[in-house]
């Protein structure tokens, strides 16, 4: 069982930066692929981005894209977000989740949520 820790969150103005950190305990977590997702008050949670197990291929939601990066260190069990020019409507609890045996992205992005493994999350305001 893979146990997920996210930390990095915190009250930014628009446009600041953001790293968001994600460490894994336990289970096989070189091997399996990882993701971020966000929840805003009062909508459904939706998917930002994903990584490979390598950390070679990754993939984005349109709103991500070209603004967030994710990556991931193997040695550290420990997979990133890099969030730049933030805006208000980032403003969400941002979860981690990783898939139990998948080693795509595709299989972060197409899985049932009670099919992946999941971070408390950890929350990005964003305010001027």
């Known amino acids: 069982q893979v146990h997920l820790v996210e930390s990095g969150g915190g009250l930014v103005q628009p446009g600041a930066t953001l790293r968001l950190s994600c460490v894994a305990s336990g289970g096989t977590f070189s091997s399996n692929a990882m993701g971020w997702f966000r929840q805003a008050p009062g909508k459904e949670r939706e998917f930002v981005a994903a990584?490979?197990?390598?950390?070679?291929?990754?993939y984005y939601s349109d709103s991500a894209k070209g603004r967030f990066t994710i990556s991931r260190d193997n040695a550290k069990r420990t997979v990133y977000l890099s969030m730049n020019k933030l805006e208000v409507e980032d403003t969400a609890v941002y979860y981690c989740a990783a898939h139990p045996t998948g080693m795509s992205f595709g299989d972060i992005v197409g899985a049932p949520p009670l099919n992946l493994h999941w971070g408390q999350g950890t929350q990005v305001t964003v305010s001027s």
């Open positions: 990584i490979n197990w390598s950390g070679h291929s990754t």
